[in-house]
């Protein structure tokens, strides 16, 4: 039998459905890049902020591409089924924060009202690091990007997030509307600093006056936010299925745990997502370089060295003998990269973290975090690399994950299967590889992709030497022996985190 599907007026069990009553709460949230993270960590905190302190916070969720989020949820009045899984139990909850959800493509007059709605007061972000157009190094955005060089040219009609928000602002500025925050929530470092920089950088190109009213007048806290989301899956749905009685196209699954760490800095308002366990604070960056180097670096490290030993999910690579040492290694180096955090150990967070990765209940694919690695190692391995190299410090971490990067784009297993290599710099790196053979060619072709590893580590001997030999390994012995060549270098009695 069909069931029926989630929907407002849904019958939902006991303590399933939302806390509060949504329909009297209006929307004073736009959150650009409506994805699987957004409805576990974000949307999630303002339920509870709705639930406890009411205000009009709900939320517009926007994708920039796929029209299949506004697809799936808006028959189900914004309606979705979170599912928590910790190792103990399995909780589900219908979320009610979010009102409508549009797809840029298909409603770009629809989005461009959204966002300048007086009643928007906070746009948050999370469309991943490749789609910002930032030029890092330069503090500014990347006008060869292909979103920042389309909205250049067609600023009225924008499909990238500088461009939305830039004609945003520019448009609230001629009309006398207050200008919204800004809340960048990936996983970059200084994030809401590297946006700030981007879009006064792209405004200049159009308008230095608009340029100078953003820098002046618009807000950008930073944010570190943590939860582990895996794809949904038909598991997912029929779980979601079995909790509430309701068919749901857009359920998602999550861990119980979760993290934001905000910058207190919101001149219109904000939700109480201190309901939910939001901590506020001055300065975010030391957390989120906490969470970039050993929660992401680790992930990072795991998902390539994992995926080419076989192991489809993080949780396979906890549990597999070669392969848990070296996640305990990679977080023991990242701790000790870091400087003391009032109130926090290291110690303990590493081993949280070994407890989340191993969460029996969550399938979360070691391919899935392979994706971008072109933007995420830059952060998460390179630059405590760098101090490393810096300080005379142990780089071998550090280059097994870098190793395990290059060994993973030659786009082939152990077994010579091959697989689509996911990232935005996918065809130059093909290309760079072409007729590259041995090691040394391949970490001279991956080193010196431009704009990707800091300097001070590209022409570094002993980093070099250590990529070589690892990934020559890794290639000519395969995964598992390199696994193994670790395992010999490790110190006996070195302390593990
Ligand atoms: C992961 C992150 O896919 C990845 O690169 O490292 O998405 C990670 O799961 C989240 O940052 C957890 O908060």
Not at 105 to 116: F, H, R, S
Not at 385 to 410: D, Q, S
Not at 454 to 482: C, F, K, N, S
Request: glycine share 8%; with cysteine.
């Amino acid at each position: 039998m069909e069931l029926p599907r989630l929907t407002a007026a849904a019958a939902l069990p006991e303590g399933i459905g939302p806390a509060y009553d949504p329909a009297a709460h209006g929307t004073g949230i736009v959150h650009i890049g409506f994805g699987a993270f957004h409805k576990a960590h974000q949307a999630a905190y303002t339920e509870a902020a709705l639930a406890r302190s009411g205000g009009d916070w709900r939320i517009t969720g926007v994708s920039l591409r796929s029209v299949e989020p506004a697809a799936q949820i808006t028959p189900q009045d914004g309606r979705y089924t979170l599912i928590e899984r910790s190792a103990a139990r399995t909780e589900a909850h219908v979320i009610a924060a979010v009102s409508r959800v549009l797809a840029l493509p298909e409603a770009p007059g629809e989005v461009m009202a959204a966002l300048t709605d007086p009643a928007c007061r906070i746009v948050s972000l999370t469309v991943t690091e490749k789609a910002y157009g930032l030029d890092r190094a330069a503090q500014g955005c990347d006008p060869s990007h292909p979103a920042v060089k389309a909205d250049l040219k067609a600023p009225e009609a924008p499909a990238g997030v500088l461009g939305l928000l830039v004609r945003a602002l520019s448009l609230r500025f001629a009309a006398g509307v207050p200008l919204f925050t800004v809340l960048c929530c990936d996983n970059l470092p200084d994030n809401g600093a590297l946006l700030r920089g981007a879009v006064i950088d792209f405004a200049r190109r159009l308008d230095p006056a608009l340029a100078e009213r953003i820098g002046a007048e618009v807000a950008f806290p930073s944010t570190m936010v943590d939860r582990i989301t895996p794809a949904a899956t038909d598991e997912t749905r029929a779980e979601a299925a079995r909790l509430t009685g309701f068919r749901d196209e857009a359920a998602i699954e999550t861990e119980g745990f979760r993290q934001w760490v905000i910058e207190d800095h919101f001149p219109l308002g904000r939700p109480d997502w201190e309901a939910a366990g939001a901590i506020f604070v001055d300065d975010v960056a030391p957390y989120e370089q906490m969470k970039l180097r050993m929660l992401n670096g680790t992930h990072s490290m795991l998902a390539y060295a994992g995926f080419h030993a076989g192991c489809r999910y993080v949780r396979d690579v906890m549990a597999d003998d070669d392969l848990a040492p070296l996640v305990a290694r990679h977080l023991a180096a990242a701790a000790g990269s870091l400087p003391q955090l009032p109130g926090i150990d290291l110690t303990a967070y590493a081993q949280d973290l070994r407890e989340r990765f191993r969460n029996p209940g969550i399938a979360h694919e070691t391919f899935q975090i392979a994706m971008d690695g072109t933007e995420k190692l830059p952060q998460r391995i390179f630059a405590p690399a760098l101090e490393a190299a810096r300080a005379h410090g142990n780089l071998r971490p550090y280059a097994f994950a870098t190793a395990a990067w290059m060994r993973h784009v030659t786009g082939r297993t152990d077994d010579c299967a091959p697989y689509e290599i996911r990232d935005p710099r996918a065809a130059e790196i093909a290309g760079r590889l072409v007729g590259k053979t041995t090691a040394a060619a391949i970490v001279a072709a991956l080193c010196d992709l431009p704009g990707f590893m800091p300097a001070g580590l590209q022409d570094h001997r002993l980093w070099r030497a250590l990529l070589t030999d690892i990934l020559g390994t890794m290639l000519a012995a395969g995964m598992r022996a390199a696994l193994e060549m670790e395992r010999q270098q490790a110190t006996p009695g070195a302390s593990q985190v």
